[in-house]
């Protein structure tokens, strides 16, 4: 095969969910039964299909290798893991040599029986969950899947020349945890000499079905919050890709390094076979020093410059990416235009937001404009900037209208800002608090709660439908949501919970409810982006300053509270996440929108208390996903966003208690910053990664209550009372049960009512088998905690 030069012009990835969620409804289907297997397989061949033609007619080349093959059925890093048979010994029988591997990854995905599933995580700084691959000494590396290899063979017999995209050895590893039956001290990055092989094998077969370039994606160089030094990385990268390169008959090699700045990786890189590097010169920079060998190094490589954002969605700078772009030619005379990162992070396309404001929209830029704009700079590069001057032209006028359009400041909402003093962030000391909540609402030990959320219900969301649609007025739609928040009290009063919840069926999302409450904010109608599976979200757009219209959450909560005489939590989405899930301005610092976000939650808080609820729950899930991939970047990152938390919750009266939720997060390395909020409780995932994190907050020296979630919500499997009972008896062997709270990992929006009560009813017969032997425990001795 002769060897062809790298596009002129890619992408990283593109969305997979289909421009009307093709993907997800398929999913779902297939999950119901009401999708055979082969239905399954030719609805997701269409959906692939689908998106190569899509690419081809908005600008990529039909042969050239411009379309990358990153196509999911359900996450990128589970099918690298199954790729190479990184199966977790506990499937040993129910996964083997024969199994299908669409039947593998579901089952490591969603777990199955008594087995329990992967766990996730976010990716790296990003909204998108990946399945953490399970690794041991014992797991035996082998080519388990002919995934890949099938796609690039379905597109060559469909006439198109793709490029196979799959994550890299390094960085797959890097994301890996050791299996629980590992040794301890045992690093999954240990096995990387017996994986190697393995992806050399998968280059051959690639080749052999029509590949002519391979992307291997090893994103986890752009970041050092990792468990390996960064000079072992350095050294396994040199290692890794000097074998691979050297693998006979082999398709070209682009590694591609993206979400942030790639340091001095691009050097080790350079002294390697690989044919194209790939840099993100949107979060990244080109290093500044570089020596004289690795100058001429890169000079004989292709250099991809990521120069089109590929997480935001707004239409950027094209003249600035043009010249970042053309900065790259002093080091080589091969440069190609890309997105910064995959597009799996941003919608579809624009033009389907016919709701939205034309003037909005003109600043906007979707997965579909941004290969536009990607083919506009590529151009700009091979032939000159006069030949795309009207384009550019056009970003820059409307890059201009945005900034200067009204509602971006707002005097009001700055001059409230500038009044702050430290005095407004700062609640009176832990532990009076502490004794105010305990005389005002006498929970028992181990007290019981959910998360908020309630399964959303085909009623549910028909009666939102016929509402937005104008087919039922406002007052049927209350009357529905009414009656649901009426049968969740009845529900959590009949379970025996402690601390009652309204269930949430108002809301659509937990950060677009919020959005469509906010001056600043607009929200789209098809603007939905992957988060795990066939979960999918809209991230609302954050345009202008923030400010609240008027009440958000009171009333519903203020009815929830009429029909029990149990505290009723109300529920808030936090500064910190509402920023992580929304599409956000890029004209100012997040610390700065963060401190908008937080004085609006700082009245809603008010409100709630004036109407007598003495609970508020502030959710606070993507502290940890939004920490920068660089050390030197945390201390400022979580300066603002504790600063941000701790402005909206100061406010509050001493005997309210303020919870906090986290999830889907390695929370380690934040854990000084999560005491730093200051909350009453912090609830965490814990249940889905096997309490793994309990022993990092029992030596943290965490003194706020806490509560480590006890049933994993992620999964559709009912954990018996033996199992919750043994997460829970784990937890207080750790903390001292009277600062210990009972909780699922997450909220229940995504489960159903079946599974949801069942697993509840599980969760308190645990709970008072724990409280039970605790006090036992007291009874036989009083010294004992």
Not at 123 to 131: A, I, K, Q, R, V
Not at 484 to 498: P, S, T, Y
Not at 584 to 596: H, I, K, S
Not at 710 to 735: G, K, M, N, W
């Amino acid at each position: 095969m002769t060897a062809r030069s790298f596009p002129r012009g890619t992408i990283l990835g593109y969305p997979r969910l289909g421009r009307k969620r093709e993907l997800t409804k398929a999913l779902e289907a297939h999950w119901a039964g009401r999708l055979t297997a082969g239905e399954f397989a030719a609805t997701t061949a269409e959906i692939r299909a689908a998106i190569r033609e899509r690419l081809v007619d908005i600008g990529l080349g039909r042969d050239d290798s411009s379309i990358p093959e990153s196509f999911s059925l359900y996450d990128h890093v589970l099918d690298a893991a199954v790729t190479v048979g990184a199966i977790p010994s506990r499937f040993d029988g129910e996964i083997d040599a024969q199994t299908d591997e669409v039947d593998a990854s579901f089952a490591l995905a969603r777990g199955r029986g008594d087995l329990a599933p992967l766990a996730m995580t976010k990716w790296f700084d990003t909204n998108y969950h990946y399945l953490v691959p399970e690794i041991g000494p014992h797991t035996h590396f082998r080519l388990s899947s002919n995934r890949l290899v099938r796609d690039v063979a379905e597109a060559r017999a469909a006439g198109f020349v793709t490029r196979p995209t799959i994550v890299g050895p390094v960085t797959l590893l890097l994301l890996s945890t050791a299996e629980s039956n590992a040794t301890d001290g045992f690093q999954p990055f240990s096995r990387l000499a017996d994986l190697v092989p393995v992806y050399a094998r998968l280059l051959t077969e690639l080749r052999d079905a029509g590949a002519e370039w391979v992307q291997l994606d090893e994103p986890a160089l752009a970041s050092d919050v990792v468990s390996v030094n960064a000079s072992r990385v350095l050294a396994a990268v040199e290692s890794t890709y000097r074998e691979l390169g050297s693998t006979p008959e082999r398709p070209q090699l682009f590694v591609s390094t993206a979400y942030g700045d790639v340091g001095g990786a691009l050097a080790t890189l350079a002294a390697t076979p690989v044919d194209a590097i790939g840099l993100d010169l949107v979060r990244g920079t080109i290093p500044s020093r570089i020596d004289s060998g690795t100058r001429a190094r890169l000079a004989d490589k292709t250099l991809v410059a990521g120069v089109i954002d590929g997480r935001s969605v707004w239409r950027g700078d094209l003249e600035a990416a043009l010249t970042a772009a053309a900065d790259v030619r002093r080091l080589t005379s091969t440069v190609s235009v890309s997105s910064s990162t995959s597009l799996i992070h941003v919608p579809h396309d624009v033009t389907l937001e016919t709701h939205l404001e034309p003037r909005l929209v003109s600043w906007l830029s979707f997965a579909d404009q941004k290969v536009e704009q990607v083919g506009i700079v590529a151009r700009g590069l091979a032939r000159g900037s006069a030949s795309v001057r009207s384009d550019l032209e056009a970003a820059s006028i409307a890059l201009s209208d945005r900034l200067g359009a009204p509602g971006v400041h707002d005097r009001s909402v700055r001059a409230r800002i500038s009044f702050l003093g430290e005095g407004d962030r700062s609640r009176v000391p832990w532990e009076q608090r502490r004794e105010a909540q305990k005389r005002t609402f006498g929970l028992p030990p181990l007290p019981t709660t959910t998360i908020g959320s309630f399964p959303q219900t085909d009623r549910i969301r028909q009666a939102r439908a016929r509402y937005l649609g104008g087919f039922d007025s406002a007052e049927t739609y209350v009357t529905v949501i009414k009656n649901e928040i009426a049968e969740v009290i009845a529900l959590q009063e009949e379970l025996g919970l402690d601390v009652l919840v309204h269930g949430e069926p108002e809301r659509n999302d937990m950060v677009q409810y919020f959005a469509e409450n906010l001056e600043g904010f607009d929200v789209t109608l098809h603007g939905w982006v992957q988060s795990f599976g066939s979960l999918c979200t809209r991230p609302p757009i954050l345009w202008g300053d923030v400010s609240r219209l008027g009440p958000i959450t009171v009333g519903w909560s203020r009815y929830a509270q009429s029909l029990t005489s149990k505290p009723v939590k109300g529920m808030l989405t936090g500064p910190v996440t509402i920023l992580a899930w929304s599409f956000v301005r890029d004209d100012q610092p997040l610390g700065d929108t963060a401190a908008q976000l937080a004085l609006a939650l700082r009245d809603e808080i008010a409100d709630l208390e004036a109407a007598g609820i003495g609970i508020i729950q502030i959710d606070e899930p993507a502290l940890r996903e939004l920490l920068p991939l660089r050390s030197v970047d945390h201390e400022h990152y979580l300066a603002w966003s504790v600063a941000a938390f701790r402005l909206a919750t100061a406010g509050a009266k001493p005997e309210t208690q303020i919870h906090t939720h986290l999830c889907s997060s390695h929370f380690g390395v934040v854990l000084d910053a999560i005491k730093k909020l200051d909350a009453d409780v912090t609830s965490i995932e814990s249940a889905h990664s096997r309490m793994r994190i309990i022993d990092d907050i029992a030596a943290s020296g965490f003194e706020h209550d806490i509560g480590p979630g006890v049933y994993d919500i992620h999964s559709t499997r009912v954990p018996s009372v033996d199992e919750v009972t043994e997460l829970l008896a784990r937890a207080a062997e750790a903390i001292d049960v009277e600062r210990l709270w009972v909780n699922p990992d997450c909220g229940l929006k995504t489960r159903g009512y079946e599974e949801a009560t069942a697993s509840l009813r599980n969760v308190l017969e645990a709970a008072n088998r724990v409280r039970q032997r605790v006090a036992e425990q007291q009874a036989a001795s009083p010294s004992a905690r």
